[in-house]
């Protein structure tokens, strides 16, 4: 639960100080091998209210169905949501309650697999319904209840983990998340044979330096640290952060852990790490914090199935016009191989939500969507990207 609650705050911490916009603009010439279409979609509800107040973050999006799942934990109430044809299709009630009990403690996240079980996601605590909606395993994150490779004293595995689409394992991170502990590396649990694999990755120190905190007083504390992305593919594990033009790539054949690094000609390649650090004010908290979200930052790898591409977006306050400072657009594409295919300016008057790109987002027919907050209506910013071979 406190790990879930870190989050939820963290969510807000990077979200703050930003209306998102509306946008709907027709197709924008970027260059003469990139071009997109921009625009709103609506989901059709009927007379239902679908679950947002948890910004579809409890949700999992099914590439195979073009279906988006979405949760409310404390009901078990699933919404079944058709992104093609952009309607609320149908509702599934999970129990709560009794041998088939979706809720423990309290369920923060499901996935839909490829062969139709659901898992739902609770701290250190999986539960596998199969496509009747019976119970028929639970796991827990802990030495005893694994085999395999056993997790340091004091560390653990974080709940917030990733499940594949065949839902042969789970990925998440693992290491001390106390105040000033350190993430280890990622945690892989195959589900099958409840096995555990620690693969060791040095990337917290470098990492932590982009942390801006104020001290309150003795013992309280806030902080803004960047974010960090899983992104599963196949067997394989990637890792991505907020701060830095990178990613670490887990081949699972190899058992190797590959860096690789890239070079953006439009935006800086990292944050700066320049961030005062005896701040003991929430108004300077709070202005440190804003030059830190407007310095580069790097969002979460989406998968396009279909088209095997990696799309990614990213942004930086161009302050080259001191009158008139404005956000910097990018969106890179990567090959399947996560080598930099390109990379495109958006248009200027083109903002894609969020700060920390920390919304909802996911690849739907080469389309990529983004959460769009509205009061009591769900709907996304769908931006198309059309790329011709150069």
């Known amino acids: 639960m406190k790990q879930l609650c870190v989050l939820v705050l963290l969510f807000m911490i990077a979200s703050c100080e930003e209306t998102p916009?509306?946008?709907?603009?027709?197709?924008?010439?970027?260059?003469?091998?990139?071009?997109?279409?921009?625009?709103?979609?609506?989901?059709?509800?009927?007379?239902?209210?679908?679950?947002?107040?948890?910004?579809?973050?409890?949700?999992?999006?099914?590439?195979?169905?073009?279906?988006?799942?979405?949760?409310?934990?404390?009901?078990?109430?699933?919404?079944?949501?058709?992104?093609?044809?952009?309607?609320?299709?149908?509702?599934?009630?999970?129990?709560?309650?009794?041998?088939?009990?979706?809720?423990?403690?309290?369920?923060?996240?499901?996935?839909?697999?490829?062969?139709?079980?659901?898992?739902?996601?609770?701290?250190?605590?999986?539960?596998?319904?199969?496509?009747?909606?019976?119970?028929?395993?639970?796991?827990?994150?802990i030495n005893r209840k694994l085999s395999g490779d056993r997790l340091p004293f004091d560390t653990e595995i974080d709940g917030l983990g990733e499940i594949a689409d065949d839902g042969s394992y789970l990925a998440s991170f693992y290491g001390n998340f106390k105040i000033g502990g350190n993430v280890l590396g990622i945690a892989k649990i195959n589900l099958l044979d409840r096995s555990l694999k620690l693969i060791p990755i040095d990337f917290w120190d470098e990492l932590k330096q982009y942390t801006v905190t104020v001290d309150y007083d003795i013992g309280k504390r806030n902080s803004s640290p960047e974010l960090k992305f899983l992104l599963l593919n196949g067997p394989d594990i990637i890792l991505s952060t907020s701060a830095s033009n990178e990613l670490w790539y887990y081949d699972a054949e190899s058992g190797k852990v590959i860096n690789k690094k890239y070079h953006s000609q439009i935006t800086a390649d990292k944050k700066s790490g320049k961030y005062r650090e005896d701040i003991t004010d929430q108004r300077l908290f709070m202005y440190w914090v804003k030059r830190k979200n407007d310095e580069v930052t790097f969002g979460p790898l989406l998968k396009d199935h279909k088209a095997q591409l990696f799309y990614r977006y990213s942004r930086e306050l161009d302050k080259s016009d001191p009158q008139k400072p404005k956000y910097v657009y990018v969106l890179t594409v990567f090959d399947e191989t996560l080598e930099q295919l390109n990379e495109y300016r958006l248009q200027d008057n083109i903002p894609i939500i969020g700060k920390y790109f920390e919304e909802k987002t996911f690849v739907h027919k080469g389309s990529i969507y983004s959460y769009l907050k509205r009061k009591n209506e769900l709907a996304f910013i769908r931006l198309k990207p059309s790329i011709e071979n150069e």
């Open 21 to 141: 916009v509306e946008v709907q603009l027709a197709a924008a010439n970027v260059s003469p091998e990139f071009n997109y279409v921009l625009d709103t979609v609506f989901i059709e509800a009927g007379e239902e209210q679908i679950y947002l107040e948890m910004d579809l973050n409890m949700s999992d999006y099914s590439a195979r169905e073009g279906i988006l799942y979405n949760l409310t934990p404390e009901s078990g109430r699933v919404e079944v949501i058709n992104m093609e044809t952009l309607k609320l299709d149908s509702i599934i009630n999970y129990k709560i309650q009794g041998p088939n009990s979706v809720k423990q403690y309290f369920p923060f996240g499901l996935k839909k697999t490829l062969f139709g079980n659901t898992y739902f996601k609770e701290y250190k605590v999986l539960h596998k319904l199969n496509s009747e909606g019976k119970k028929i395993d639970s796991y827990e994150f």
